[in-house]
């Protein structure tokens, strides 16, 4: 490219604003400062939060633990069959030392109720009701600690059954059921921040404790527990460390969560954003005023210069827009000395070249509509259609169709005719295209292709027996598919090869490229007298195949049109 006298560079001219602008360097170190202000935060976070939680899973743990500690006392002693006055005086006095005890039940070994002590209730002495079927029961025996599910008395206050069962048989087991409001005193002394707090679901997901107590007073409502589900289920997906999630209330929160053993209960400690990212929200806030500074320094800094660059870019940007309007005799001018003159010489020439290729283009797309693709290839390659003329030569015409098919048509609905000839015509058209052959009609069910004209090939006969070949085979595999369905159409095809006038035909507007011959007559005809599965072709196409491929001879045939019989051959479609 030739550099004009006087070029002066565009990067010279706005290096010292380029470098003067502060914005670049001041986004740099935003983004920086606020990846690792985040990252360090989110690590803080992750650790206060975690240890928050396995600290209030300890308590929650210590306090079920020590209620289940208590009740071991109460099974240290065989039972007999006498009233205990001794256990009842132990049970009332765990009922004074355990105020979350609601109920206690206790059991001889053969799973008789012997004691019944109730805060809400009657009590019973030594009703000797059969209990050892009871889940409680079945549960202790078989862990000697266990854990019921929470749950609502009178649909609001949280119980948890403990059922406990001492070292030997004899000694039988008891029973609780544990008030869990008085787990509130552990959950709301967890402070998180300023407004930060923990709460605890069950195995279900349930609410059983929560700084506000109505929430847990409604944890059996399905409404009231799916927030704090949801919070639970984000952490265990992340994996480890923190998860965020919407709290009750709406808000984004970060939360981490560690396992109560035993009762399989999950306590959450959780954050809102706003106040965990606090200080990295503050930092972003004063990145951005000094960025939003800096950003109109640079500009006043660039305005000096900026309306230097106006008309080039309006000319460049009028240029495009008829360019992409398909106007590719438009040109534009700039006199500027810098890269916009040599964008615009650049812009010009790419508009030449693309007036250019849309007159090739157009020329190919005037064609391909009345010509076989390849016809209008040669066109194009031979730069003018004096291959389309009128002139004699030898071909080998083909002929194929659908067996059945008129009574098929008549029989179903034409969207299903018309999905069965879609693709019939798909699988002759790749073979038509594959041996490069040339389509020259197509009716209905039936197609007339061409070999040897306008395209001269190398042994056409041949070409042409092999193109029927892979017709009949692509063919006869959609005509399996067909009959599943009950469709009874079969395929046949005839070839005859001799001299035609091939060349266009038609008017002003409209031309099709065709042959005029007895050859294509004869063709036609073998086609008509073809079977399903079967190809027949004239004395000169086997002479052309020669001993190339397994032809056939099938006799002589009266063909329609013709006064005497005609030598036949054939070729089964299996058969290379």
């Known amino acids: 490219m030739e550099v004009r006298q006087g070029f002066r560079s565009l990067f010279q001219k706005y290096l010292l604003v380029l470098f003067m ?7 740099i170190n935003g983004v920086v400062e606020a990846w690792f202000g985040y990252r360090d935060q989110r690590a803080r976070l992750d650790q206060l939060l975690g240890v928050q939680a396995m600290s209030a899973a300890a308590e929650i743990h210590d306090f079920i633990y020590g209620i289940t500690n208590d009740l071991g006392w109460l099974v240290q002693l065989p039972w007999n069959d006498e009233p205990d006055e001794r256990r009842r005086t132990d049970a009332l006095r765990l009922f004074r030392q355990a105020p979350a005890i609601v109920t206690l039940t206790l059991l001889d070994h053969r799973g008789l109720e012997r004691l019944y002590i109730s805060r809400i209730g009657l009590n019973r002495i030594d009703s000797r009701t059969d209990r050892s079927t009871d889940p409680a029961m079945i549960g202790a025996r078989a862990a000697r600690a266990w854990f019921g599910d929470v749950t609502y008395n009178r649909g609001s206050e949280p119980y948890l059954t403990i059922a406990i ?44 404790a929560h700084p506000d107590i109505s929430l847990v007073l409604r944890g059996a409502e399905e409404a009231t527990s799916r927030p704090f589900q949801a919070i639970r289920d984000a952490i265990g997906s992340a994996g480890v460390g923190s998860a965020t999630g919407r709290d009750i209330s709406g808000r984004d ?144 015409v083909v002929f194929c169709d659908l067996r059945g098919f008129t009574s098929f048509s008549a029989e179903v609905a034409p969207e299903e005719v018309m999905s069965v000839l879609s693709e019939y015509y798909e ?137 005497e019989a005609v030598p036949v051959f054939g070729i089964s479609f299996d058969t290379p």
């Open 427 to 563: 699988v002759l058209g790749r073979a038509i295209t594959t041996f490069a052959a040339t389509l020259i009609s197509f009716s209905g069910d039936g197609l007339m292709v061409l070999v040897n004209a306008p395209v001269p090939v190398e042994e056409p006969a041949l070409r042409a027996v092999d193109l029927a070949v892979e017709m009949q085979r692509s063919v006869q595999e959609l005509i399996v598919g067909w009959r599943s369905r009950g469709y009874r159409v079969g395929f046949g095809v005839g070839l005859a090869s001799g001299s035609a006038t091939v060349g266009r035909i038609g008017y002003e507007s409209r031309f099709d490229y065709t042959a005029i011959g007895s050859v294509v007559n004869l063709a036609a005809r073998l086609c008509a007298s073809a079977t399903d599965r079967e190809i027949l072709m004239d004395a000169e196409v086997a002479e052309g195949v020669g001993g190339r491929r397994s032809v056939i001879g099938l006799g002589n045939r009266q063909i329609k049109g013709y006064d």
């Open 253 to 396: 929160v970060a939360a981490a969560a560690a396992p109560v053993s035993g009762p399989d209960w999950t306590v959450v400690v959780q954050q809102p954003l706003s106040e965990a990212f606090g200080p990295i929200y503050a930092a972003l806030k004063r990145t951005a005023a000094i960025l939003v500074i800096g950003t109109v320094i640079a500009g006043l800094l660039a305005y000096a210069l900026a309306h230097r660059m106006t008309e080039p870019i309006r000319l460049l940007e009028e240029g495009t827009e008829r360019i992409g309007a398909g106007l590719f005799d438009h040109r534009i001018s700039i006199e500027t000395g810098d890269e916009f003159q040599r964008l615009a010489d650049s812009f010009n020439r790419m508009a030449a070249e693309l007036a250019l290729a849309q007159e090739q283009q157009e020329r190919i797309a005037r064609l391909k509509r009345f010509l076989a693709p390849q016809v209008a290839d040669l066109v194009d390659r031979t730069g003018d259609d004096s291959v389309l003329e009128g002139r004699r030569t030898e071909v080998v």
């Open 21 to 27: 602008a502060v914005a670049i360097p001041l986004a």
């Open 165 to 208: 069962v001492g070292n030997r048989p004899s000694v039988g087991a008891v029973i609780a059921e544990v008030n869990l409001k008085l787990i509130w005193d552990v959950i709301s002394a967890i402070k998180v921040g300023k407004t930060g707090f923990a709460f605890v679901l069950d195995r279900p997901g349930r609410l059983i």
